[in-house]
C-alpha cells in the first residue's frame, strides 16, 4: 500500500526554523520541523572507523565526526567488524541524550522511483508496490547492471516512464560511484536528505501545491524539483500576504491539538496520550456510561474509530518505539481480531514500518514503529521551540493590529535562546514595525508566553 496521500504542503519559515505542514484535504497528516543548528544525520552515509566491538551487546561503535560513536547492531549471523577498520555506514537515528547516533550497514540512497542498495544486488519490491506493478518496473530495468549496487522500487515507481526509470537507475549509481571516492575518515559520502524536496518527491503524484512564505526557500526547492521532478516545479507558490501562512490555513490550531494529551472522537470516545521516554502508553475511554446489554457492541465500534486515529495521531505525533494501546475491553475474539486488523490497515500507509502484535483479552494491544527524528512533542517543548512560537505568534499579533508595539514575557531561558538566535529575532522585528521588547520573568512557566501591548 502506498503512504497516506498528501495533496498540499504549506511551508512557514524563520531564519532558525523551518516547518512544512503536510495536508490532506485541509487536514494535517505530518509536520516537517527543519532547525540549521539543531540539522538531523539520518540518512547520511558515513565512511567511519570501527572503535570497539561488544558481542556481549551485541554491537559496535563507530566513530562517525560526531561528539559520540555511533552505535551499529551486529546482524545475526553476519561476520561482526574488526576493530579499527574502516566501515560505511548510514545514520538511522539520530544521536539523543549519552546515546549516539543509531547506524546501519546496510545503507540505502533514495531516489524519487527507485532506492540503491550498495553492496546488495539484485531488485527488490517496495510493500507498498503492487506485484504487478513491479513486473513493469523489473522488465524496465532489465539492461541495467544490478550486479554490484541493487535497487528498491518504490512506490512512485507505478506509472513512470520505462526512460525515467532507467535514467534514475544510472544517475544514482552514478552518484554512488562517485561518493565512494571520497578521501578520509571517517568522511561524509553522502549528505541527510533534505526533508522538505524529499516530502515532495514523495508525494509528487497527489500533490496539488505546494506554498511557501519565503521566496529564497521557494527558490531553494525550485532548484531541486526541477533536477529530480521537473512537472512538480509548477506546484510551487509564494505566499506574500500579512497574515501568517499557517494561522490563514488553521494549521497552528492543528499542531496545538496534536500536541495536546487527550483527544476527542466524534462517536463519543477519547484518547488519552503519554509519551515518555521509554514508551508512549494510550488508553481508549467512553465519556458517557453504556449498559451491559449495550457494552460489546459500543465498546467495538469505539474500538474501531479509536484504531484509525491512533494510527493518524502516531504519524502526525512522529511517535516512535514501542506503543501499548489499551484499547476498551471486548468479550468476544473475532472482535479483538477485528479492531486488530483495523490499526493494522491504519497503519499501513505510514511512510515509517509499523508493527501491529495481537490484542490481549484485556484489551493490549503492543505496536512498534521506526524511531528516526525526535517526535513532535520534543521538538516542540524546549526554550528554542518556545522562542520560536513566540516570535510567530507576536508577528501574527502585528499583521492583526499593525501600528502597535508588543511586550512579549517568557521564561528567562527562552529569553535567552531567542537572543542566540539574531537573524530570527532581527526577522520578526522587522515584521513588527512597532517594536517587540522580550522579558525574561523568572516565575514564569517554562512553557507558554504571554503577549500585549508594550
Same mark, same amino acid.
Given at each position: 500500500?502506498?503512504?497516506?496521500?498528501?495533496?498540499?504542503?504549506?511551508?512557514?519559515?524563520?531564519?532558525?526554523? /523551518?516547518?512544512? %505542514?503536510?495536508?490532506?484535504?485541509?487536514?494535517?497528516?505530518?509536520?516537517?520541523?527543519?532547525?540549521?543548528?539543531?540539522?538531523?544525520?539520518?540518512?547520511?552515509?558515513?565512511?567511519?572507523?570501527? /572503535?570497539?566491538?561488544?558481542?556481549?551487546?551485541? %554491537?559496535?561503535?563507530?566513530?562517525?565526526?560526531?561528539?559520540?560513536?555511533?552505535?551499529?547492531?551486529?546482524?545475526?549471523?553476519?561476520?561482526?567488524?574488526?576493530?579499527?577498520?574502516?566501515?560505511?555506514?548510514?545514520?538511522?537515528?539520530?544521536?539523543?541524550?549519552?546515546?549516539?547516533?543509531?547506524?546501519?550497514?546496510?545503507?540505502?540512497?533514495?531516489?524519487?522511483?527507485? /532506492?540503491?542498495?550498495?553492496?546488495?544486488?539484485?531488485?527488490?519490491?517496495?510493500?507498498?508496490?503492487?506485484?504487478?506493478?513491479?513486473?513493469?518496473?523489473?522488465?524496465?530495468?532489465?539492461?541495467?547492471? %544490478?550486479?554490484?549496487?541493487?535497487?528498491?522500487?518504490?512506490?512512485?515507481?507505478?506509472?513512470?516512464?520505462?526512460?525515467?526509470?532507467?535514467?534514475?537507475?544510472?544517475?544514482?549509481?552514478?552518484?554512488?560511484?562517485?561518493?565512494?571516492?571520497?578521501?578520509?575518515?571517517?568522511?561524509?559520502?553522502?549528505?541527510?536528505?533534505?526533508?522538505?524536496?524529499?516530502?515532495?518527491?514523495?508525494?509528487?503524484?497527489?500533490?496539488?501545491?505546494?506554498?511557501?512564505?519565503?521566496?529564497?526557500?521557494?527558490?531553494?526547492?525550485?532548484?531541486?524539483?526541477?533536477?529530480?521532478?521537473?512537472?512538480?516545479?509548477?506546484?510551487?507558490?509564494?505566499?506574500?500576504?500579512?497574515?501568517?501562512?499557517?494561522?490563514?490555513? $488553521?494549521?497552528?490550531?492543528?499542531?496545538?491539538?496534536?500536541?495536546?494529551?487527550?483527544?476527542?472522537?466524534?462517536?463519543?470516545?477519547?484518547?488519552?496520550?503519554?509519551?515518555?521516554?521509554?514508551?508512549?502508553?494510550? $488508553?481508549?475511554?467512553?465519556?458517557?456510561?453504556?449498559?451491559?446489554?449495550?457494552?460489546?457492541?459500543?465498546?467495538?465500534?469505539?474500538?474501531? *474509530?479509536?484504531?484509525? *486515529?491512533?494510527?493518524?495521531?502516531?504519524?502526525?505525533? $512522529?511517535?516512535?518505539?514501542?506503543?501499548?494501546?489499551?484499547?476498551?475491553?471486548?468479550?468476544?475474539?473475532?472482535?479483538?481480531?477485528?479492531?486488530?486488523?483495523?490499526?493494522?490497515?491504519?497503519?499501513?500507509? $505510514?511512510?515509517?514500518?509499523?508493527?501491529?502484535?495481537?490484542?490481549?483479552?484485556?484489551?493490549?494491544?503492543?505496536? /512498534?514503529?521506526?524511531?528516526?527524528?525526535?517526535?513532535?512533542?520534543?521538538?516542540?517543548?524546549?526554550?528554542?521551540?518556545?522562542?520560536?512560537?513566540?516570535?510567530?505568534?507576536?508577528?501574527?499579533?502585528?499583521?492583526?493590529?499593525?501600528?502597535?508595539?508588543?511586550?512579549?514575557?517568557?521564561?528567562?531561558?527562552?529569553?535567552?535562546?531567542?537572543?542566540?538566535?539574531?537573524?530570527?529575532?532581527?526577522?520578526?522585528?522587522?515584521?513588527?514595525?512597532?517594536?517587540?521588547?522580550?522579558?525574561?520573568?523568572?516565575?514564569?512557566?517554562?512553557?507558554?508566553?504571554?503577549?500585549?501591548?508594550?
Amino acid at each position: 500500500m502506498k503512504p497516506a496521500g498528501v495533496d498540499e504542503i504549506l511551508v512557514d519559515r524563520l531564519p532558525g526554523e /523551518t516547518r512544512a %505542514a503536510l495536508l490532506l484535504q485541509g487536514r494535517l497528516v505530518s509536520l516537517i520541523v527543519a532547525r540549521p543548528g539543531q540539522a538531523s544525520l539520518v540518512g547520511a552515509v558515513i565512511r567511519g572507523r570501527v /572503535t570497539a566491538v561488544r558481542r556481549d551487546q551485541g %554491537a559496535a561503535y563507530v566513530e562517525i565526526g560526531a561528539d559520540k560513536a555511533g552505535f551499529l547492531s551486529l546482524r545475526r549471523g553476519a561476520k561482526p567488524p574488526v576493530q579499527g577498520a574502516s566501515l560505511t555506514v548510514q545514520v538511522t537515528k539520530d544521536a539523543a541524550g549519552d546515546k549516539g547516533a543509531g547506524l546501519t550497514d546496510r545503507p540505502l540512497i533514495q531516489g524519487r522511483f527507485l /532506492t540503491l542498495r550498495p553492496g546488495q544486488p539484485g531488485l527488490e519490491r517496495s510493500r507498498r508496490l503492487a506485484p504487478e506493478v513491479f513486473a513493469g518496473v523489473t522488465k524496465a530495468l532489465k539492461d541495467v547492471d %544490478a550486479t554490484r549496487v541493487g535497487f528498491i522500487a518504490n512506490p512512485a515507481a507505478e506509472g513512470a516512464a520505462d526512460a525515467a526509470l532507467q535514467a534514475e537507475a544510472k544517475a544514482l549509481a552514478a552518484s554512488w560511484a562517485a561518493a565512494e571516492k571520497r578521501a578520509g575518515t571517517p568522511a561524509r559520502l553522502l549528505p541527510a536528505p533534505d526533508p522538505l524536496l524529499r516530502a515532495v518527491l514523495d508525494h509528487a503524484a497527489s500533490l496539488r501545491s505546494v506554498v511557501l512564505d519565503d521566496a529564497g526557500a521557494l527558490n531553494a526547492l525550485r532548484a531541486g524539483i526541477e533536477e529530480l521532478a521537473p512537472e512538480a516545479a509548477a506546484l510551487l507558490a509564494h505566499h506574500a500576504g500579512p497574515a501568517p501562512l499557517f494561522r490563514r490555513r $488553521d494549521v497552528e490550531a492543528q499542531i496545538e491539538a496534536a500536541l495536546a494529551r487527550r483527544v476527542r472522537l466524534k462517536g463519543g470516545a477519547a484518547l488519552t496520550m503519554d509519551e515518555i521516554d521509554a514508551l508512549t502508553v494510550i $488508553d481508549v475511554d467512553l465519556a458517557e456510561q453504556i449498559s451491559a446489554g449495550d457494552w460489546e457492541r459500543a465498546a467495538l465500534a469505539a474500538n474501531l *474509530e479509536a484504531a484509525e *486515529e491512533i494510527a493518524r495521531q502516531i504519524r502526525l505525533r $512522529d511517535i516512535g518505539g514501542i506503543v501499548v494501546v489499551d484499547f476498551l475491553r471486548l468479550s468476544r475474539p473475532e472482535h479483538r481480531r477485528r479492531v486488530v486488523e483495523a490499526l493494522r490497515r491504519a497503519s499501513s500507509g $505510514d511512510p515509517q514500518q509499523v508493527d501491529v502484535l495481537g490484542m490481549t483479552p484485556a484489551g493490549l494491544v503492543e505496536l /512498534t514503529r521506526r524511531r528516526g527524528r525526535p517526535s513532535l512533542k520534543q521538538l516542540a517543548s524546549g526554550p528554542l521551540a518556545q522562542g520560536f512560537a513566540l516570535l510567530r505568534a507576536a508577528m501574527a499579533a502585528a499583521a492583526a493590529r499593525p501600528g502597535r508595539g508588543l511586550k512579549a514575557r517568557a521564561a528567562p531561558a527562552v529569553v535567552e535562546a531567542l537572543e542566540g538566535e539574531a537573524a530570527s529575532l532581527a526577522h520578526a522585528r522587522a515584521r513588527i514595525a512597532a517594536g517587540l521588547e522580550l522579558v525574561g520573568e523568572p516565575a514564569h512557566p517554562a512553557l507558554g508566553f504571554e503577549i500585549g501591548p508594550a
